[in-house]
């Protein structure tokens, strides 16, 4: 099971990033899979959960409007389109993938999850 995370760069606040997340060796039906991020000095948080059996979708409040996920079936991948991104947004970001009882909804707390990608950098300059 592996989760290849990729898209990250440098960026100018307002612009946009597609992150992407691959997974190898398992296929992500019926799996939760979520976007996390970790800035210096802080604690990893949710972005972004998307159910791949309901597409059921949590985003952290901060980037609604601006950050969607989606998945490709075909592909095995999930996205993380990242629009008009600001400085506070600047993280190293991950995805994470398990399978969840339906009964725990969308799970946001990053330690729940089994499976992670090695993380992707996104830098943005002000």
């Known amino acids: 099971v592996q989760l290849q995370a990729s898209g990250g760069g440098l960026v100018q606040t307002g612009d946009s990033l597609r992150l992407s997340c691959v997974a190898s060796?398992?296929?992500?039906?019926?799996?939760?899979i979520g976007w996390f991020r970790q800035a210096p000095g802080k604690e990893r948080e949710a972005i972004s959960v998307?159910?791949?059996?309901?597409?059921?979708?949590y985003y952290k409040e901060s980037v609604k409007g601006r950050f969607t996920i989606s998945t490709d079936n075909a592909k095995n991948t999930v996205y993380l389109q990242m629009n008009s991104l600001k400085p506070e947004d600047m993280a190293i970001y991950y995805c994470a993938a398990d399978r969840f009882e339906p009964l725990y909804g969308l799970p946001v707390d990053w330690w729940l999850y089994k499976n992670w990608g090695q993380g992707t950098l996104v830098t943005v300059s002000s």
């Open positions: 998307i159910s791949s059996s309901d597409s059921k979708t």
């Open positions: 060796g398992f296929t992500l039906d019926h799996y939760t």
